[in-house]
């Protein structure tokens, strides 16, 4: 069992924007990879790069009821992965969390 209070903060740090989490990929290399910091700092790079890839199409639709409502539910899911970091928690995304676990295994 590892110790998640040392991943911890590299896991939070996934969190704070796209930067922090390339920041945290840095944070978690080899010699000290964390399994607990692995996991979420997939969870928060695909939740950011497909916020991006799909905000760039609704923010086409020119409504702002589509857009609002994309932003809230980014804004849950963010919420809700930030909060499994902070509690020490490995619970997935709801909807997309286990399609990032397979598409950045590497990381």
């Known amino acids: 069992m590892e110790n998640i209070d040392k991943s911890k903060n590299t896991a939070i740090?996934?969190?704070l924007t796209i930067i922090g989490s390339v920041i945290a990929i840095f944070m978690n290399q080899e010699e000290n990879k964390s399994?607990?910091?692995s996991f979420h700092i997939r969870q928060?790079?695909?939740l950011f790069l497909s916020f991006f890839m799909l905000g760039y199409f609704v923010?086409?639709?020119?409504?702002w009821t589509a857009?609002?409502?994309?932003y809230i539910f980014y804004?849950?899911?963010?919420?809700?992965?930030?909060?499994?970091a902070l509690q020490g928690e490995k619970k997935e995304i709801p909807v997309v969390g286990s399609f990032f676990q397979t598409t950045f295994k590497s990381l």
């Open 13 to 15: 740090i996934a969190y």
């Open 35 to 37: 399994e607990f910091a």
């Open 44 to 46: 928060a790079l695909g």
């Open 59 to 63: 923010g086409y639709a020119n409504s």
């Open 67 to 70: 857009t609002s409502a994309f």
């Open 75 to 84: 804004f849950i899911l963010w919420i809700y992965g930030f909060l499994g």
